[in-house]
T-cell receptor, first 113, second 111 residues
Framework: GENVEQHPSTLSVQEGDSAVIKCTYS??????FPWYKQELGKRPQLIID?????GEKKDQRIAVTLNKTAKHFSLHITETQPEDSAVYFC????????????FGQGTTLQVKP | DAEITQSPRHKITETGRQVTLACHQT?????MFWYRQDLGHGLRLIHY???????NKGEVSDGYSVSRSNTEDLPLTLESAASSQTSVYFC??????????FGPGTRLLVL
């Protein structure tokens, strides 16, 4: 079935360092890949997304890269700040443009001041 | 401003009781989804709907039901609450571009 694997499950970095979270998806028909940030006790919020016709997308300190051949995509956060501490979820669209998203298990990022 | 809301935000109930969680969106989105979030399991899809009178089962649908009588609302019903259904429940909606927007969540405790 459709599956998204996300690694690592926890990540601790020093403030100012970069953080990278990686996801692998199983369905080659997936064409939409969003990333959500969830702060403690809050709802998941979209921070960046990418579609299959693009290999990379940046938004200030956040970037996402996509390798469709290898079926993996990554979130890169540069110059991390304590407020980046949260749980990050990757997701991939389900097949046949169903509108469904398949979520990874989440990565808890801790940025130490 | 358009938004998505959930109610109640917190609920305590007893095993065997029927519970309904409300989800309301004002974006006029056709697609609506219900997820549960538990430690170690991420976001798991319970039910979803592509429009009025359409409902579909997700990966963890047993013990849950939904109905869609209008575009704005997708209530989630636990027919007979079980302790295993203690969780945080999130509703989400999306348009054709597939970006899903989440509600604030409902914390449910089944005693």
């Amino acid at each position: 079935g459709e599956n998204v694997e996300q690694h690592p499950s926890t990540l601790s970095v020093q403030e100012g360092d970069s953080a990278v979270i990686k996801c692998t998806y199983s369905d080659s028909a997936s064409n939409y890949f969003p990333w959500y940030k969830q702060e403690l006790g809050k709802r998941p919020q979209l921070i960046i997304d990418i579609r299959s016709n693009v290999g990379e997308k940046k938004d200030q300190r956040i970037a996402v890269t996509l390798n469709k051949t290898a079926k993996h995509f990554s979130l890169h956060i540069t110059e991390t700040q304590p407020e980046d501490s949260a749980v990050y979820f990757c997701a991939a669209s389900g097949s046949s443009n169903t509108g469904k998203l398949i979520f990874g298990q989440g990565t808890t990022l801790q940025v130490k001041p | 401003d358009a938004e998505i809301t959930q109610s109640p935000r917190h609920k305590i109930t007893e095993t065997g009781r029927q519970v309904t969680l409300a989800c309301h969106q004002t974006w006029n989105h056709n697609n609506m989804f219900w997820y549960r979030q538990d430690l170690g399991h991420g976001l798991r899809l319970i039910h979803y709907s592509y429009g009025v009178h359409d409902t579909n089962k997700g990966e963890v649908s047993d013990g849950y039901s939904v109905s869609r009588s209008n575009t704005e609302d997708l209530p989630l019903t636990l027919e007979s609450a079980a302790s295993s259904q203690t969780s945080v429940y999130f509703c989400a909606s999306s348009d054709r571009k597939e970006t899903q927007y989440f509600g604030p969540g409902t914390r449910l405790l089944v005693l």
